[in-house]
């Protein structure tokens, strides 16, 4: 009855509350308007959300540039509130995950780009970047039966939110690195996108798994999803380091899941020649990225190094729900902090700023 009265509110509402970057370096609640649902949209209701590291780059380095008043938040499992009359497969009630990445499907670029970059480079990425995000007590999504994936029984809420971001993005710096039975892997950062990384390397038959990091709940999670050897950088050169765990043999993918404007090297002096590197770090600062020519053999040494963002939409979230269903990925180990109530979201925002050594992820239950 309490969430029904509630619908029903926000159905009249003309503005919502709303947590925004007010301008670089600023955030606070503000009241913005009741976004419009277009035909083949939806409105929803958070249930639950979580800050990402990205946001924080976004508002305190300013690397998408100003903006005023923009809402924040792309991580969000929620429930509609109201559907366009385009809309098909889904109805004010149902529980969603909302993917990070919303795309506009009938964009022209879907063919020859790739759904993340529709409407030109990273604009797949809509939410706190070119619209409004998810930290509102309600949020708009384009295109709702392409955009929105049915939340199944069998998962629950907190493992669902992790999907929609730290679990696309760590298995898509699998995807990028190709990684097959048998291949060694380094991945570099093992904050909760790295931890993904290395649960998708153990998945997709890596051998041997390093993990380079330093905080000890990071590296107990990573044990549990199928690091077998743990590099802390605190302890020396990280390249060394590896080097003489493998008897001075390169390793075959490299995963940059954390790091400064200089991983890059790190990672080209760690893999083989013929070998790839994946690159999931969202680079904040400088105009270029520093790498090592010797050890790229003068740029002709055929080690592959790919960046992406991270796949979304419908299907990516129903497939990666499959491997939470049927017991293959466990992401609620991320979760380390728990907050309650909308106002919680200003709280987890400033633990992701601060990032304590005990925290992997904070997540927010709105209700």
């Not at 209701?45 to 508002?59: G, K, M, N, W």
């Not at 929620?78 to 964009?107: R, Y």
Request: charged share 25%.
């Amino acid at each position: 009855m309490k969430s029904k009265m509630r619908e029903e509110t926000l159905k009249t509402a003309t503005k919502v509350k709303s947590f925004a970057m007010k301008e670089v370096g600023e955030v606070g609640w503000i009241e913005k308007p009741k976004p419009d649902c277009g035909p083949y949209d939806a409105l929803i209701r958070p249930l639950a959300v979580a800050p990402c590291t990205s946001d924080i780059h976004t508002v305190y380095s300013g690397a998408i540039g100003e903006r005023n008043n923009m809402v924040l938040g792309h991580e969000a499992v929620g429930e509609i509130v109201e559907t366009g009359d385009k809309v098909e497969d889904f109805a004010a009630g149902d529980k969603v995950i909302v993917p990070a990445i919303t795309p506009d499907w009938h964009s022209r670029d879907i063919q020859d780009r790739g759904h993340q970059h529709s409407g030109g480079m990273l604009q797949g990425f809509r939410f706190a970047n070119v619209k409004d995000g998810v930290f509102r007590e309600v949020f708009h999504v384009n295109q709702a039966d392409l955009n929105l994936a049915h939340l199944s029984p069998e998962i629950s809420m907190e493992s669902a939110l992790m999907l929609t971001d730290m679990v696309t993005t760590g298995m898509h710096g699998v995807e990028l690195a190709e990684i097959g039975n048998g291949d060694t892997v380094v991945v570099l950062g093992i904050g909760p996108v790295g931890l993904m990384a290395i649960a998708g390397a153990a998945i997709n038959g890596a051998s041997r798994i390093f993990a380079v990091g330093s905080r000890q709940v990071c590296v107990e999670a990573a044990k549990r999803y199928g690091m077998t050897d743990h590099i802390n950088y605190r302890d020396g050169d990280t390249v060394e380091q590896i080097m003489e765990s493998t008897d001075g043999k390169e390793v075959d993918c490299t995963i940059v899941a954390g790091g400064g404007q200089d991983i890059l090297k790190q990672a080209v002096e760690l893999t083989r020649p013929g070998g790839t590197i994946s690159n999931l770090v969202y680079f904040d600062e400088g105009k270029e990225l520093p790498l090592p020519r010797f050890e790229w053999g003068n740029g002709m040494a055929h080690k592959d190094i790919r960046g992406g963002l991270c796949p979304g939409g419908r299907v990516r979230m129903e497939k990666l729900s499959r491997l939470v269903e049927y017991g293959r990925l466990d992401p609620s180990h991320l979760i380390t902090h728990r907050l309650y109530g909308l106002e919680g979201i200003e709280d987890a925002f400033k633990l992701m700023k601060e990032k304590p050594r005990d925290m992997i992820k904070p997540v927010v239950m709105v209700e």
